[in-house]
């Protein structure tokens, strides 16, 4: 497996995610490959509805490209979850008949008419699936996912507009209602067995504010009532069950400026050794 660090929070407007693969790698002797974002003053108003989009879009395409040049499994190390975008259509161009399950407090799945905040970590995931294509995601040219083949797993923090989104793509989500229901082992087999009913592989993002912020609190965006880091780590191990069919990962949104204590910090080296398994 090559490890990519994609060191950029230009899809949100709190700073710091940009620091994540450094502080999860430091000391830990493991080659990689680090894309880093533009020197800029990051825009931050609200009402800017595509925050940092001409800086956005050139990381993109830069880690597109390296991620590209690699011919193994790939484990890209964000960074806020717009890093997905290049990450994810990387794949997509080296393994054509690919599903895709998003592990997120967050559905990413607004366009550039329905979002609210113009945080452009909050699209990639419809961005994957064919939406804001022109806009997100000029330097691919190869098919996008299609969103029968697209699962959102543990989603709770879910504005109107992209419920409309998501049923509109034929996107499936399981909430973190029905991991608490059902098991978060049970409903991450049944994620990936969809996924993969009509595909030969998966992509899977996984985004570290899908556990509770009272547990891990340094993330960019905190959604309450998340899951537990057992839980979390259930849906890692269920991960490596499945390694054969995963050609590719994402490890994103751990926020150190937002850390305590470096709790999450150590929560996500964990999630990380996991994901190295895979």
């Not at 956005?56 to 011919?71: A, G, H």
Request: hydrophobic share 35%.
């Amino acid at each position: 497996m090559k490890i990519v660090k994609a060191c950029s929070d230009l899809g949100v407007h709190v700073n710091g995610s940009n620091l994540a693969p450094n502080a999860l790698l430091k000391n830990k002797g493991i080659s990689s490959i680090e894309v880093d974002k533009e020197d800029i003053e990051k825009e931050l108003e609200k009402e800017n509805k595509l925050k940092n989009l001409k800086y956005v879009n050139s990381f993109n395409e830069k880690l597109y490209n390296e991620i590209l040049k690699i011919d193994e499994k790939v484990l890209t190390i964000g960074g806020d979850h717009s890093i997905a975008i290049a990450s994810c259509l990387a794949s997509k161009k080296k393994n054509k008949n690919i599903g895709i399950v998003w592990i997120d407090s967050h559905a990413d799945f607004h366009t550039t008419e329905t979002t609210i905040s113009g945080n452009i970590h909050g699209m990639p995931f419809a961005t994957v699936c064919g939406i804001n294509k022109d806009t997100l995601s000029y330097f691919f040219d190869g098919e996008y996912f299609k969103g029968e083949n697209a699962i959102l797993v543990g989603g709770r923090d879910i504005e109107d507009a992209e419920f409309d989104n998501l049923s509109y793509a034929n996107v499936k989500l399981y909430t973190t209602n029905d991991i608490k229901k059902k098991g978060a082992k049970e409903i991450i087999k049944k994620a990936l067995d969809e996924a993969l009913e009509k595909t030969d592989g998966l992509h899977v993002s996984f985004d570290i504010d899908v556990i509770d912020p009272l547990i891990a609190p340094g993330v960019s965006v905190k959604a309450k009532d998340g899951l537990t880091f057992e839980e979390a780590k259930d849906i890692a191990d269920i991960l490596i069950e499945y390694k054969d069919k995963i050609k590719s990962v994402d490890l994103v949104e751990f926020n150190p400026s937002e850390d305590k204590d470096n709790v999450t910090l150590k929560i996500t080296e964990e999630i990380l050794n996991k994901l190295l398994e895979i």
